[in-house]
């Protein structure tokens, strides 16, 4: 199957930090990426929809200022977590689809501790 | 709104017994069923799909049934063994733009 790849695994930062996710297809064109925020032992939550070339589409209650979401090519997109505070704290997982194909496929996910 | 829920949080199993895992979607909208399994601090893992126009789907060890009339889906596993603990979501992708619904999740333990 494709292959989404997820940087980085795990990062800890100082409240206040900004921290970049970056989310790649290794083998395929992600026309569209999704990112998801998942506390433990709870189901994954959207966030935002990314499609390339496009401004991002945004959840209700995410706050865009907040996740930036930038998907300049069909190989890459990266989540911005501005400001970050220890709420922010979370595992965040990306997803991709390519054209036409509804089948996700799911980094590895980052695991996000603000302290 | 529309959501999909599971009935079981947890479920222990013995090795080498099957397992059933239950799922309840709300949108009868959705025509397209997912299956992914999550270990621990790794993102989810596609396991099966199944579309509206059918009721029951076989992959290696794993079958998904599918019931439109009362909006269930389940996923069966087969000899379970050790690798198969995880937690299992299923997913439908009824909204626009290929957005996924996941459910709750149930988390399978398996017993030696």
């Known amino acids: 199957g494709a292959v989404v790849s997820q940087h980085p695994s795990r990062v800890i930062c100082k409240s206040g930090t900004s921290v970049k996710i970056e989310c790649r297809s290794l083998?395929?064109?992600?026309?569209?990426m999704f990112w998801y925020r998942q506390f433990p032992k709870q189901s994954l939550m959207l966030m935002a929809t990314?499609?390339?070339?496009?401004?991002?589409?945004?959840e209700q209650g995410v706050e865009k200022d907040k996740f930036l979401i930038n998907h300049a090519s069909l190989t890459l997109s990266t989540l911005t977590v501005t400001s970050a505070h220890p709420e922010d704290s979370s595992f965040y997982i990306c997803?991709?689809?390519?054209?036409?194909?509804?089948?996700?496929?799911f980094g590895s996910g980052t695991q996000l501790s603000v302290l | 709104g529309e959501s999909v829920g599971l009935h079981l949080p947890t479920l222990s199993v013995q090795e080498g017994d099957n397992s059933i895992i239950n799922c309840a979607y709300s949108?009868?909208?959705?025509?397209?069923f997912i299956w992914y399994k999550q270990e621990s601090g790794k993102g989810p893992q596609f396991i099966i799909d199944?579309?509206?126009?059918?009721d029951k789907r076989q992959g290696q060890r794993v079958t998904v049934l599918l019931n439109k009339t009362v909006k269930h889906l389940s996923l069966q596993i087969a000899a379970t063994q050790p690798g198969d603990s995880a937690v299992y979501f299923c997913?439908?992708?009824?909204?626009?733009?290929?957005?996924?619904?996941f459910g709750g999740g149930t988390r399978v333990l398996v017993k030696p």
């Open positions: 990314s499609n390339e070339g496009s401004k991002a589409t945004y």
């Open positions: 083998d395929f064109q992600a026309t569209t």
């Open positions: 199944i579309r509206s126009n059918m």
């Open positions: 997803s991709a689809t390519d054209r036409g194909n509804e089948k996700l496929f």
């Open positions: 949108n009868s909208a959705s025509d397209y």
């Open positions: 997913a439908e992708n009824g909204a626009a733009g290929n957005k996924l619904t």
